[in-house]
């Protein structure tokens, strides 16, 4: 997996020259070519949902993916400078946002899984088996227990600073005390919150991958309120010819066919289900 801004593998300007110079092209020069470039969030890399549905794409349709893996907001900042070709996030707020400004097109709701709240067993602020994220957060800041976040703008980032919203507590109060922003992925803030003894708000499907829990267990799950969705997107051609459409648009029309969907669904990790798919197409 290479976080690595398109502009570093358009090594296409040497194969352009070579073919201006009348010179012949080797097939593999040409197969090298045929990749996308895709800006997705840190849950569906380090979850390894990608390392298990990327093979399969690639034996159906000979086309690469390369992976830009961010939180979301950054995620759609690539895309927005058209350095990818394809959005695959998880914040429907910012991704239909991104849409109405035009840099993306077709988006396609694809999976769920939802969020959870783990915590070191000790359970300062008491709250281990609750189904109730919003109390839990009240909790946490009442007890001044720690607590790691994102702080990344990610889309796993704003949904947690949404329930603190509605939790009518703003944690930048306890900023540096209880409340410390990692400004990194899921999976470095699961690290310090387990180095910490801190709770943490995570996507299940990371959480599921992650070996380093050290004395972290899932305090709060079963909210519905932890749902969470994942989309993807072309983005906007008519913004940045470069895209890839045709290359793109396959790789949408397949992590949403009845293949790809399986695909998601048959991803596992000790018997569990990490993403489940929920494609519905379009009815004319």
């Known amino acids: 997996m290479v976080n690595t801004p398109r502009s570093h593998w358009l090594a296409g300007g040497a194969l352009a020259l070579t073919l201006a110079l009348g010179l012949a092209v080797p097939p593999a020069a040409l197969a090298q ?14 979850s390894g949902l990608f390392k298990h549905l990327l093979p399969a ?49 077709d988006r396609r709701e694809v ?47 704003a949904a947690e600073l949404r329930y603190w919203k509605q939790a009518d507590i703003d944690p930048q109060a306890g900023k540096g005390t209880w409340y410390r922003e990692t400004g990194s992925g ?21 959480w599921l991958s992650f070996k380093n829990r050290g004395e972290l267990a899932i305090a709060v799950e079963g909210d519905n309120k932890l749902f969470n969705q ?7 051609p008519a913004k940045h010819p470069h895209v890839k459409k045709e290359l ?12 790809g969907q399986a695909a998601i669904a048959g991803y596992k990790i000790e018997g569990q289900q990490l993403f489940f798919p929920n494609y519905q197409p379009v009815r004319g």
């Open 33 to 46: 070519d045929k990749f996308i470039v895709v800006a997705s969030t840190t849950s569906t890399e380090q």
């Open 57 to 105: 794409f690639k034996a159906k349709s000979g086309i690469d993916v390369r992976v830009v893996a961010q939180g979301t907001g950054q995620a759609l900042a690539t895309a927005r400078k058209g350095d990818a070709d394809v959005v695959f996030v998880h914040d429907r707020v910012a991704e239909q946002k991104f849409v109405e400004e035009g840099f993306g097109i």
């Open 111 to 157: 999976m769920y899984n939802d969020f959870v709240i783990v915590g070191p067993k000790a359970d300062p602020a008491k709250i281990a088996g609750s189904k109730d994220a919003i109390d839990a957060l009240k909790k946490i800041a009442a007890s001044a227990a720690p607590f790691t976040s994102r702080g990344d703008k990610s889309g796993t980032h």
């Open 186 to 206: 899921m999976g470095p803030t699961l690290n310090t919150a387990s180095a910490m003894g801190a709770y943490a708000f995570t996507d299940r499907g990371t």
């Open 230 to 236: 994942y989309g993807v997107m072309l983005v906007n």
């Open 248 to 259: 793109g648009q396959a790789f949408i029309d397949w992590i949403t066919s009845p293949d």
